[in-house]
């Protein structure tokens, strides 16, 4: 059997657990995910679509594995007296520069963990496309 190189937008929308419209709005912004268009339609490659797939499970995994340290370091507490309550379990800190061990105010983001992921997401799309230095934790 010869393995499919691409697949239309409904199939990608599948693969990735999205919808078509969600996909339809990253071609209009070109971002996202790169496609084709053969005469009037849309198809993505099998390998782009799986590439996307890794990479956010890399950054899920990433993104729990941060909460556990972060928990250790103790920036949660650090945002807890800023204020003024306890981080709620869905409240997750970002590090906005990007250095896990700066703690400063200025440098915490308290934000919810959807959010989180889909900042870290854009970030990491932004780097691809060359828009930051390097990948930001
Ligand atoms: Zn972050």
């Known amino acids: 059997m010869v393995e499919k190189l691409l697949v ?6 599948k693969m990735l657990g999205v919808s ?7 071609r209009q ?7 084709l268009k053969i005469m009037r339609s849309v198809r993505y490659r099998v390998s782009d679509v799986k590439a996307l797939v890794e990479q956010r499970s890399t950054e899920k995994a990433r993104a729990i594995e941060n909460r556990i340290r972060g928990s250790r370091r103790g ?3 650090v945002a807890a007296k800023t204020l003024g309550r306890r981080l709620k379990p869905t ?12 703690n400063r105010n200025c440098n915490l983001l308290i934000c919810t963990d959807d959010y989180h992921r889909w900042l870290h997401w854009r970030m990491s ?13």
């Open 20 to 26: 078509v419209s969600l996909l339809q709005g990253w």
């Open 75 to 77: 920036y949660r507490e």
């Open 8 to 13: 239309t937008d409904i199939e990608a929308a």
């Open 125 to 137: 799309l932004a780097f691809q496309a060359k828009l930051l230095p390097s990948p930001l934790s």
């Open 91 to 102: 409240e997750v800190v970002h590090h906005i520069n990007g250095d896990r061990r700066d």
């Open 29 to 35: 912004k070109e971002t996202g995910l790169p496609y």
